[in-house]
């Protein structure tokens, strides 16, 4: 049965044929059900994926593996959940003013083609065809960026293109290193750019050039995946872009980059069968981890705030990659789940209090904003316990998976560093949660027709699946994550 190309095509459709239908509730409903559809489709992955190891369509052209699975259920379930909340959203603020009919729906054409290059990026099994994915999810989500077309939203793409063009022109030389470290492997032959091909010969590759090939990609998706400190076009984007469009940059686009990563990353290590690789990614994860606190502490900005709780997450995850065992590798994984459970549901939550106050700044919003947004506040307030790490939310479950496994391979330092990262973000998240969702109402503060700010589908469709997911975990998604830890781990 045909599930690649369908995943690829849904998203596909839905966007062309939003450049040509008149209605806006058209697009809205074409933009849900491409998602749905994928979602459904990735369901049935997960199924074939166990049952027959690897997928493979076009004669190899696509292919799916635990991890590339578990890529595509979470790329769905946000890009869904995105799509649901993004209807009444641009309702709001059509009617508001901020943006015209004609914007809204070159995000109806655009977001489908995101999401189709995020599918993309995980099912080809050429690592230039991936690259070219990466480049499109980069080329569509810098206009959903500029959507609004403010003099803020601008800068804010034109940085993310500026920086993410030079990164991602350094994971296109990482990528030639890696055709010249085969080239060379095979002088008389033409190699191949698949990830099966190279990986069938990684023991043969030369080691110089498989190094510096993943030095240039680690620059180039890294910068892509946000880890300090190229992390420098993150809060900008995140702050600037719509609602749905944040929520997918920091829900899946930025472990899209960190899947293209860890592919160089396995390659590497299958080669090398040295530490080379994921001594960076252990590093410069810490680096991301313990660069957040600080400027969550300092933030102004609501959805800044947001972001820079992001790149401490990413970081999590790259130092739980760097860590390197069995356990530390399945929290990553289970990480990069709960956390695209809970991140959107905070920039919903902030898009509803951005159309209510018409502000992100915290001094603009005041304090009390469960008095003037109670569900909204009620939505944010768990979401903000899950990403803080409180149990009974999954997030506390994959960062104490990480601690435990670093402690169980005696990364004492390693393991304190995170621990002390972790305490200092969660108090700092914690801090300026209080500050805008307690407290007494703002006397300007008018009434607000909370009903129509709710957001609610899309928010309770995600907190319900974390809270499920925390509690329990079915059998074939475990099995889906350990066989995806064993092919990041290079075990057999």
């Not at 099966?196 to 030095?215: E, I, Q, R, T």
């Not at 001594?279 to 900005?301: D, E, K, T, W, Y």
């Not at 705030?305 to 739980?320: F, M, N, Q, R, V």
């Not at 999954?394 to 104490?400: A, K, Q, T």
Request: hydrophobic content about 55%.
């Amino acid at each position: 049965m045909s599930l690649l190309t369908p995943i690829l095509i849904a998203p596909l459709l839905a966007g062309l044929l939003c450049l040509v239908v008149p209605s806006r509730r058209v697009m809205v409903a074409l933009g849900v059900l491409a998602f749905a559809t994928t979602l459904a489709l990735g369901i049935a992955l997960l199924h074939e994926v166990l049952a027959r190891g690897v997928v493979t369509e076009w004669n190899g052209f696509l292919c799916a593996d635990a991890l590339s699975a578990w890529m595509v259920l979470l790329v769905s379930v946000v890009s869904f959940a995105s799509a649901l909340y993004a209807g009444p959203y641009f309702q709001r603020d059509i009617e508001a003013g901020m943006v015209s009919p004609a914007r809204v729906r070159e995000f109806y054409v655009l977001t489908p083609l995101f999401g189709a290059g995020m599918f993309m990026v995980v099912l080809a099994n050429n690592l230039g065809v991936m690259w070219a994915a990466v480049e499109g999810t980069a080329l569509s989500s810098v206009l959903l960026v500029a959507l609004y077309n403010r003099r803020h939203s601008l800068e804010a793409a034109w940085k993310y293109v500026m920086l993410g063009s030079v990164g991602l022109a350094l994971a296109l030389l990482g990528t030639v290193f890696v055709y010249a470290a085969a080239c060379k492997n095979a002088p008389d032959a033409v190699p191949s750019l698949n990830w099966s091909y190279l990986m069938s010969v990684a023991g043969g590759l030369d080691p110089h050039l498989l190094k510096l090939a993943f030095v240039f990609a680690f620059v180039g998706y890294g910068t892509k995946a946000g880890l300090a400190p190229m992390h420098t076009w993150l809060p900008d984007a995140h702050s600037e872009a719509p609602s749905p469009t944040s929520a997918m940059l920091s829900g899946v686009s930025l472990k899209i980059a960190l899947y293209a990563l860890l592919r160089f990353h396995i390659l590497t290590a299958a080669c090398l069968d040295s530490a080379f690789s994921r001594r960076l990614l252990l590093v410069f994860g810490l680096l991301s981890m313990l660069l957040a606190p600080p400027f969550i502490l300092v933030q102004r900005n609501l959805k800044r705030l947001l972001a820079y709780s992001s790149l401490e997450h990413i970081g999590l995850i790259c130092t739980a990659i760097g860590l390197n065992t069995p356990l530390t590798i399945l929290g990553a994984l289970m990480h990069m789940g709960y956390h695209a459970l809970t991140k959107p549901v905070l920039f919903f939550a902030a898009g509803n209090i951005h159309q209510a106050f018409h502000a992100l700044e915290f001094r603009r919003i005041g304090s009390g904003v469960a008095k003037v947004l109670p569900l909204t506040a009620l939505w944010m307030g768990l979401a903000a316990l899950a990403a803080i790490g409180l149990p009974p939310f999954g997030l506390f479950l994959s960062e104490l998976t990480v601690l435990s496994g670093g402690l169980a391979a005696h990364e004492t330092t390693v393991s304190a560093l995170i621990l002390i990262a972790l305490v200092a973000s969660f108090c700092g998240i914690l801090q300026q949660f209080t500050r805008i969702l307690l407290g007494t109402r703002r006397p300007d503060a008018r009434p607000i027709e909370t009903h129509r700010l709710d957001g609610a589908p899309a928010m309770i469709l995600l907190l319900g699946a974390l809270l499920l997911f925390s509690v329990w975990l079915p059998e074939p998604l475990l099995d889906l994550l350990r066989q995806a830890a064993a092919i990041i781990g290079g075990q057999p």
